[in-house]
């Protein structure tokens, strides 16, 4: 009966097997890696960010996140740097610091109690958090992760900066290993209840996967896959945030 | 007006006893009755829905009523096992004693153990292969999912006593656990029915209220809590034991019926604003969501409880148990997938796994996506036939006492 069962799944799956390569076609060229508008909009404001740009003072920025916010000894082909260069291109004049702190291996609880010694040591402007993948991975209790949010994003809104939530990346190989929804869903409340802007990075790449934008199925061993989708991922980011502080082009020049 | 209760009262025919017994040989609490094929087919449903909801990103699953309300094809299941079990076991326990129907509960949990072990072993295949297979430097965090095979000691033990439960195969343990406790449920409500539903929500209560968990490894807790879930089982239980018959009047008053219909609407304004939050996120009062948010699955918030409620509430009043399509060959699949659930909910996971192995290896695409889940629909129907059909002609070989499964080493 298995047997029976596998071929029908294979035979099954080899009638779409020209639906594969026709997508393969399509990552061979250069990425299109548009977003849809949607995905972008935040009705949560960066005040702070805007005030900064706009009063001529530098923006300094500061990426808190976990290994998905590197590529192993590709550090600047990672996404922060590439919001940062999109930052410098599309603010002009504007002086724009970006550093990185990578917390890998650590629940959100634990990098929120690092977070405000972040702020007072290295004193930005925004702070980006990427968070929940760590605590996927380990089956930490939803509700505690909740809170360890939220209590994140309550010492950051005390200390005085604008916050943009990062949330997990897509992975579609390892979706029936982890449950990623309820992190993506409490990392929404709480981003709705502090009223800042929530960087939807799951939406997006699932959007870019569906689009034929990128195979993320993919098992590549290189590392091109990773570096352009962290160019678009950083690409996306800084439209996001220049939307949020509701920076268009008019008022930077 | 019809409900679950009538069937309770209704006379046996002889037809649908002969499929009945093998499955289900004292679905008969408290008067004689025949097999109830809306338990069935809503079940059958549920094992449908959790399959498709499985299949990760499948398009066809905005077909499954988790993106239209609070509740899911779960909270189906567990009422739906806690409905039949008590029906069965219930029997058993009024006519041969606590010890024997304490005794053929736990072998149906051995049975359901043994289940969930297998799948297990389907997952460690699976995981073990994407472990050796994939390396993608952009999900190199991502993979961390499979450091528990580094200390394959721990986690194989821990998964035989059921803390580690990987995405997927948490249902079958809640099961297990609820089946667990069943007999002392039973007992109770031999003693006072009402009672016992009254416990049941107190501990549902003080699972909100002390937050009660069971823990999981490597950490974390059971994603579905059973001292918040029981109550549905419980309730389950409570229905088949002459609840649903008491309740038939609140069940027919428009009153209800309006109540139900509000929430639901309710339920479907709010999920369209949570899938839709771009385009409808602003119709969303703040205080609300603030009340609101998040929806727990894992303790079975009472929006959910309460949805499910609504949901049976016009189920039973909408369609009454002599509906006619129930005996039609199109419904067929549906009622025969309800009424082998342990073996066509393991397949399921089976094949959800399997779906998304050819959904990452061959192809993926919505078109894809369309055919993986309409074959292992098939798949599901066909084996529930295989099975009818050998329980059948097992039977018929048992009455005329040959193919002893016995004296070939006793039969599970």
Known sequence: ?253 | MTSIADSIASTRRPESAAAAAPAAPAITLPAVGERELRLDLFRGLALWLIFLDHLPNNILAWLTIRNYGFSDATEIFIFISGYTAAFVYGRAMVNSGFVIASARILRRVWQIYVAHVFLFTIFLAEISYVATRFENPLYSEEMGIMDFLKQPDVAIVQALILRFRPVNLDVLPLYIVLMLFLPVILWLMKWRTDVTLVLSAGLYAATWYFDLYLSAYPNGVWFFNPFAWQLLFVFGAWCALGGARRMSRILSSNVTLWICIAYLAFGFCVAMIWNFPPQLGFLMPKWLERWMYPVSKTDLDVLRFAHFLALAAITVRVLPKDWAPLKSVWLRPLILCGQHSLEIFCLGVFLAFAGHFVLAEVAGGAAMHVVVSLVGILIMSAMAWVISWYKRSADKDAKKGIGNADMAGGSL
């Not at chain 1, 925004?126 to 809170?147: C, E, H, K, M, N």
């Not at chain 1, 990062?166 to 979706?175: H, I």
């Not at chain 1, 590392?223 to 996001?240: I, P, Y």
Request: with cysteine.
């Open chain 1, 1 to 253: 009966m298995r047997t029976a069962i596998l071929s029908l799944v294979l035979l099954a799956g080899l009638l779409a097997a020209p639906v594969a390569r026709a997508d393969d076609k399509r990552v061979e060229d250069k990425p299109a890696c548009d977003v849809p508008a949607y995905l972008l909009n935040s009705e949560s404001t960066l005040a702070k960010v805007a005030a900064a740009v706009k009063g001529g003072k530098p923006l300094n920025v500061l990426v808190v996140g976990s290994r998905s916010s590197t590529i192993t000894s590709q550090e600047t082909s990672a996404y922060p740097a590439r919001l940062l260069a999109m930052l410098k291109e599309k603010l002009g004049t504007v002086p724009v610091n970006l550093s990185v702190e990578i917390q890998s291996g650590k629940t959100a609880e634990e990098v929120a109690a690092t977070l405000v010694k972040l702020v007072e040591a290295k004193s930005p402007t925004l702070v980006i958090w990427q968070t929940g993948t760590y605590d996927a991975i380990r089956g930490i209790d939803p509700d505690d992760f909740r809170s360890a949010v939220d209590e994140g994003v309550a010492a950051l809104q005390k200390a005085g900066v604008d916050v943009v939530l990062v949330n997990l990346q897509y992975s579609p190989r390892t979706e029936t290993m982890t449950s990623a929804p309820p992190y993506l869903d409490n990392m929404r409340v709480v981003a709705q209840q502090h009223d800042i802007p929530l960087f939807d990075r799951f939406a997006i790449m699932h959007h870019w996967n569906d689009s034929g934008d990128f195979d993320l199925f993919s098992a590549t061993h290189g590392v091109e896959l990773a570096k352009r989708v962290h160019d678009c991922l950083g690409r996306a980011l800084s439209k996001f945030v220049i939307d949020a502080a509701h920076l268009d082009q008019t008022q930077q020049n």
